[in-house]
Each structure stands twice: as structure tokens, then as C-alpha cells.
């Protein structure tokens, strides 16, 4: 597409403004590729056309500003001073003719500069008197409470972790494996071992723990209420974890396909979301195919130009 658009641009019967509208849009597509991977000839085509649109911008510039004239010194002073006065409260009267254009000038950034500061300064003032009143605030007994039995939470969670994982590296530890195939067997556990330690997954290390036969039903049976209680609290925290996952994979699938949040997602139905997807994505392809073949011709350009306005002017 990017390319019928710069064979279209050399083409006899466009108008200057058709041609701004290619170069708008031969940018428009190419930037997001670009973006994603390295295309030097794609790149070269942008470099390209971006001189063009700025020697474009020039000229009009250029023509603005001998368009945009001031019937006289005395009109600009005028203007310069009607804003300064609105900008201070003070009269128009208060204001000289000798006061030059560039002088008015000068006034009108002294002021702005001074009521930024005094902006800044009265945000400055708010936020230290935040900062004041959050750290005079005092926590409650609640909440205190709340601190501390998370706080007993979490080092339930990683004293659990670290005790199942050290059984497990004791009785994993390839180095005093004498035979070659066990030991490359217990190498590709401990690794299994190491990374589900590192990401404090208790369940994983409980799983190999069982298949290794290193617990059983009746030593589960005589854990400890202590000890029974940290797995609990930190399989719970795990539980809550991939809830979590889930559901922001279900959210992202949603919102990806357009589909109504309230939509209960199943291998079924979203399978046939993606089938819809497949099938709008070949419709668009031929679509843009009759598109590509139409470009040929200066009368399908500009038709096609002026179907395309919209896009990079919505409004």
C-alpha cells in the first residue's frame, strides 16, 4: 500500500493539496512499522517525504506570514497592550505610546514569568503542607493490626518456601548422585526446583516433593498446626495470584476482540471470536487488494483520496 501511494504521488493530474493528503498518509502507515522493525528502504521513503511535508509547512508558512500583515506600528501596540492590561488589571491609559512593540513585549513575559512562579511557589506551599499533615497523622490500632498481621503473613510465606525448598535441594543435589542418569534426571529437577523457588511458588515445590515420594499421607498428617497453617496462607496468597492472572488475561482478550466484558469466556467461544477475527481480517485484505488495484489510475486516486479524508481528519 505504502509503496502504490509513492508511485501515485508522481502522478500528472493531482492537485497540491491531493499530494499533501499522500505524503500525510504514506507517513501515517509507515511510522507504526517502523516502529516495530527495521526497514531501511521504508526508512529512506519516510526521510523522504517528511522533507517534503516540511518544505510544504515552509511555503505555507511563508505565505501565512505575507498574508498576516499589520496596518501599522500602531495597531501591533494597540494589541500589545489591550493584552497586557487584561493580563496586570490596570488601564490602557497606564500604558504610553513610546512603549515599542518589543518593550510591550518584554512586560508581557515579566508578567507570566512572575505568575508562574507565583503558581509554583503556591504549589510548593500545598504540597509541604500535605506532606506536614501525613506525616503528623497517626495510624490507628487497626491499622497497625492490619500492618503487622501482614507483615507476619509474609514471612510465614517465605519461611514456608525456603523450608520446602531446602528439603527438596538436600535430596535433589546432583552432585552426590553417583550414577549419570539419575543425576541428570535430579539436575533437571533442582532447576525446576530453583525456579519455582524464585518465584515463591510453594505449590510447584509441594508437587515435586510428593512425586519424589519425600512426603506422604501420614507425615502430612503430622505436620504442625504452625506449619500447616503458613502452607495454607501462602498457597491462599498463590491462589489469589493466578485468580488474578486469569482474570486480567480474560479482561485483555475482552478488550483486545471487542467482546462485552459480561461475555463468559470458554474455549469454545473464544474460538469462535478468533474465527470472526480470521474472517473480518481476509475481508479487510481483499478489500485492500481491490484498493491496491484501483491506485493504477489518477480518477481511482482521487476518489480514493477523498474516501480517505476521514482518517487523518476525523473531525
Given at each position: 500500500m505504502i509503496y502504490r501511494l509513492d508511485e501515485a504521488f508522481d502522478k500528472k493530474g493531482l492537485s497540491k493539496a491531493e499530494r499533501s493528503q499522500l505524503v500525510d498518509l504514506i507517513i501515517y502507515l509507515a511510522e507504526p512499522i517502523l516502529a516495530e522493525r527495521e526497514d531501511e528502504p521504508l526508512a529512506d521513503l519516510v526521510d523522504k517525504y517528511q522533507a517534503e511535508m516540511e518544505q510544504t509547512h515552509a511555503e505555507q508558512t511563508y505565505a501565512d506570514q505575507n498574508q498576516i500583515t499589520l496596518d501599522s506600528d500602531e495597531t501591533e501596540q494597540w494589541y500589545l497592550k489591550t493584552l497586557l492590561a487584561e493580563m496586570t488589571g490596570t488601564d490602557l491609559a497606564d500604558y504610553e505610546n513610546n512603549h515599542s512593540p518589543e518593550e510591550l513585549m518584554r512586560l508581557i513575559q515579566e508578567?507570566?514569568?512572575?505568575?508562574?512562579?507565583?503558581?509554583?511557589?503556591?504549589?510548593?506551599?500545598?504540597?509541604?503542607?500535605?506532606?506536614?499533615?501525613?506525616?503528623?497523622?497517626?495510624?490507628?490500632?487497626?491499622?497497625?493490626?492490619?500492618?503487622?498481621?501482614?507483615?507476619?503473613?509474609?514471612?510465614?510465606?517465605?519461611?514456608?518456601?525456603?523450608?520446602?525448598?531446602?528439603?527438596?535441594?538436600?535430596?535433589?543435589?546432583?552432585?552426590?548422585?553417583?550414577?549419570?542418569?539419575?543425576r541428570a534426571r535430579k539436575t533437571d529437577l533442582m532447576q525446576r526446583a530453583n525456579q519455582a523457588y524464585e518465584h515463591n511458588n510453594l505449590y510447584q515445590l509441594?508437587?515435586?516433593?510428593?512425586?519424589?515420594?519425600?512426603?506422604?499421607?501420614?507425615?502430612?498428617?503430622?505436620?504442625?498446626?504452625?506449619?500447616?497453617?503458613?502452607?495454607?496462607?501462602?498457597?491462599?496468597?498463590?491462589?489469589?495470584?493466578?485468580?488474578?492472572?486469569?482474570?486480567?488475561?480474560?479482561?485483555?482478550?475482552?478488550?483486545?476482540?471487542?467482546?462485552?466484558?459480561?461475555?463468559?469466556?470458554?474455549?469454545?467461544?473464544?474460538?469462535?471470536?478468533?474465527?470472526?477475527?480470521?474472517?473480518?481480517?481476509?475481508?479487510?485484505?481483499?478489500?485492500?487488494?481491490?484498493?491496491?488495484?484501483g491506485l493504477r489510475d489518477v480518477k481511482a486516486v482521487k476518489s480514493w483520496l477523498r474516501a480517505m479524508q476521514g482518517l487523518l481528519n476525523p473531525w
Open positions: 508578567h507570566l514569568a512572575a505568575s508562574d512562579a507565583a503558581v509554583e511557589a503556591q504549589m510548593e506551599a500545598r504540597r509541604a503542607a500535605q506532606a506536614a499533615r501525613q506525616s503528623k497523622r497517626k495510624k490507628t490500632a487497626k491499622q497497625m493490626e492490619k500492618e503487622a498481621r501482614l507483615q507476619a503473613e509474609a514471612q510465614a510465606v517465605k519461611q514456608s518456601i525456603r523450608e520446602v525448598y531446602r528439603k527438596l535441594a538436600s535430596a535433589l543435589h546432583p552432585d552426590r548422585e553417583p550414577d549419570p542418569i539419575e509441594l508437587e515435586m516433593q510428593i512425586q519424589l515420594a519425600r512426603v506422604d499421607q501420614s507425615a502430612l498428617g503430622q505436620l504442625s498446626d504452625e506449619r500447616l497453617q503458613r502452607f495454607i496462607i501462602t498457597l491462599k496468597a498463590e491462589l489469589k495470584s493466578l485468580t488474578s492472572e486469569v482474570q486480567q488475561a480474560a479482561f485483555n482478550f475482552h478488550h483486545t476482540y471487542g467482546i462485552d466484558p459480561a461475555e463468559r469466556l470458554t474455549p469454545t467461544t473464544a474460538l469462535r471470536f478468533l474465527a470472526r477475527e480470521v474472517l473480518a481480517a481476509k475481508r479487510q485484505a481483499l478489500s485492500l487488494e481491490q484498493d491496491l488495484a
